[in-house]
């Protein structure tokens, strides 16, 4: 107890007063601490420790930004068959004897007649292409497919057929081109373009996810580009398709070139091969029997044909 002395005998109701103000002050916290407590008491202990999570990749989504591009680019490439090439039909003339045309054009096209080929329906979307470009592996140099540039699609109006001839009524009659209206286009399109008279197969889904095998591949070229190096969100081609393995989602890396070095002390100037880095990550897309290509989501360095993609 702590006891306070005053001088002065006037003093001592001053104490009295300090005295009552200071339990009157006191009494409420002391009553807030208790009932605090009381409430801590009830609340029930927790142990935390850190534990680590593991996401198994093919969990992974993916980004929105890497959705609008696969959207946009998978029905770019498209590998033809030399019997695609041959039964394609020609486009010879258009609307007011212009050579280029966009969307919202019609134009006509011949060859599309084939034996035992089945004509598209009315309204069926076709694909305009125009130049091949032979795809070789850069291993063995074999040709495994030709890459079609896409200019857009055209849709289809009215097959080919006989007709009188009205400039000379003498003469018979006359075959009657196919029509088409163009409905999309990446570019101009010309007179000698083709449209492409075979279906092609919807996009697969991608699910990201490891190879569940050992897959060994090579860069065979880089696409819509004329660059000698790809980066990233680029689409690349590589010599290994779904005969080997191949599936589209597979996420495959991709490996720094081959380097060597020379110890500069050693008297035989021994060569020595230089470990191969990862310099970024390819997702494929678009399969096909013996290639296939894929997406650089991923990229550190240049990509040129010719560099090795692996996976797992």
């Keep these: 107890m702590l006891r306070i002395l005053f001088p002065h005998p006037g003093s001592r109701s001053m104490a009295m007063r300090c005295a009552l103000a200071a339990s009157t002050l006191c009494l409420p916290l002391l009553a807030t601490a208790q009932v605090a407590q009381e409430a801590v008491s009830d609340i029930p202990t927790v142990k935390i420790s850190p534990v680590a999570r593991i996401t198994p990749l093919d ?84 040709v495994l497919g030709y890459e079609a540039h896409i200019l857009g699609s055209a849709s289809w109006v009215q097959s080919s057929g006989l007709a009188g001839n009205k400039e000379n009524h003498e003469a018979g009659t006359m075959r009657v081109a196919a029509t088409l209206d163009i409905v999309a286009s990446e570019q101009e399109i010309m007179v000698g373009d083709r449209v492409l008279m075979t279906q092609i197969a919807p996009p697969e889904p991608v699910r990201p996810r490891p190879p569940s095998q050992a897959i060994q591949a090579r860069i065979m070229g880089l696409y819509g580009t004329g660059q000698l190096e790809a980066s990233q969100n680029q689409i690349i081609s590589i010599n290994q398709g779904r005969s080997h393995g191949v599936e589209v989602g597979h996420l495959l890396t991709i490996l720094s070139r081959p380097a060597s070095a020379r110890d500069k002390t050693d008297p035989l100037k021994e060569s020595w091969q230089l470990p191969q880095k990862r310099t970024g990550t390819a997702l494929v897309f678009l399969t096909y029997e013996r290639m296939a290509y894929a997406l650089l989501t991923e990229v550190q360095e240049g990509v040129r044909v010719g560099d090795a993609l692996a996976g797992p």
């Design 59 to 142: 969990e992974v989504p993916l980004s929105d930004k890497t959705l609008k591009l696969l959207q946009a680019m998978v029905r770019q490439p498209v590998v033809l068959s030399d019997a695609q090439v041959n039964e394609s039909a020609r486009i010879i003339a258009g609307a007011d004897k212009r050579v280029m045309f966009g969307a919202g054009d019609r134009v006509y096209a011949v060859g599309a007649d084939y034996p035992g080929q089945a004509l598209p329906v009315r309204g069926q979307r076709l694909r305009i292409f125009r130049e091949l470009r032979p795809l070789k592996d850069p291993q063995t140099a074999e």
